[in-house]
T-cell receptor, first 111, second 117 residues
Framework: GQQLNQSPQSMFIQEGEDVSMNCTSS?????WLWYKQEPGEGPVLLIA?????ELTSNGRLTAQFGITRKDSFLNISASIPSDVGIYFC???????????FGAGTTVTVRA | ETGVTQTPRHLVMGMTNKKSLKCEQH?????MYWYKQSAKKPLELMFV???????ENNSVPSRFSPECPNSSHLFLHLHTLQPEDSALYLC????????????????FGSGTQLSVL
């Protein structure tokens, strides 16, 4: 798979704060996905993006497919304690069925 | 509940043991996957099966041996593992293998946390 650079690696935030994380690649992707993994569980799909420039929301989560098709961003607004977990980006190129994953952003929320 | 069930949830084994991980999906999907997750690293794809036929063996050592008897069940047989094989092993399924640039959403199980002593 392709290498994805995800940042930051971890975040400690206060409840109510907004959170931003991003993922970049040297390759062009035709699909970007964002997953969340809670402790003791497998990743769960949050948002899927299919078009450059696309902005998609899922509740307090908003993700964008970068114009260059080499990056994607995830924002969490007004964080709450249940937002804790590891957030992974994943990308897929058009002629490869395999997903490439980032190393994850660990989010810790302080009440 | 994602519809993908993995057992056991935790496994501790010695380097000379033989054990198996089991995955069952109740989603009617045709494709199943094994991933390895190590701390602070991206998920590593190990094996992919489509309609019980292996379509990917991602340079995985032979001490890991997959088996897919039908489209609902997937096993990972473990033999003479090394301490560096300790990780979370995740099973996933999707309706089909993505083709033609179309994605297929992956549904993951909760994983088996493996410790090799």
């Amino acid at each position: 798979g392709q290498q994805l650079n995800q940042s930051p690696q971890s975040m400690f935030i206060q409840e109510g704060e907004d959170v931003s994380m991003n993922c970049t690649s040297s390759s062009i992707f035709n699909t970007w996905l964002w997953y969340k993994q809670e402790p003791g569980e497998g990743p769960v799909l949050l948002i899927a993006l299919y078009k450059a420039g696309e902005l998609t929301s899922n509740g307090r989560l908003t993700a964008q497919f970068g114009i260059t098709r080499k990056d994607s961003f995830l924002n969490i607004s007004a964080s709450i304690p249940s937002d804790v977990g590891i957030y992974f980006c994943a990308g897929q190129i058009s002629n490869d069925y395999k997903l490439s994953f980032g190393a994850g952003t660990t989010v810790t929320v302080r009440a | 509940e994602t519809g993908v069930t993995q057992t056991p949830r935790h496994l501790v084994m010695g380097m000379t043991n033989k054990k198996s991980l089991k995955c069952e999906q109740h989603l009617g999907h045709n494709a199943m996957y094994w991933y390895k997750q190590s701390a602070k690293k991206p998920l590593e794809l190990m094996f992919v099966y489509s309609l019980e036929e292996r379509v990917e063996n991602n340079s995985v050592p032979s001490r890991f041996s997959p088996e897919c008897p039908n489209s609902s069940h997937l096993f990972l047989h473990l033999h003479t593992l090394q301490p560096e094989d300790s990780a979370l092993y995740l099973c996933a399924s999707s309706q089909d293998i993505p083709r033609g640039g179309m994605d297929e959403k992956l549904f993951f199980g909760s994983g088996t946390q493996l410790s090799v002593l």
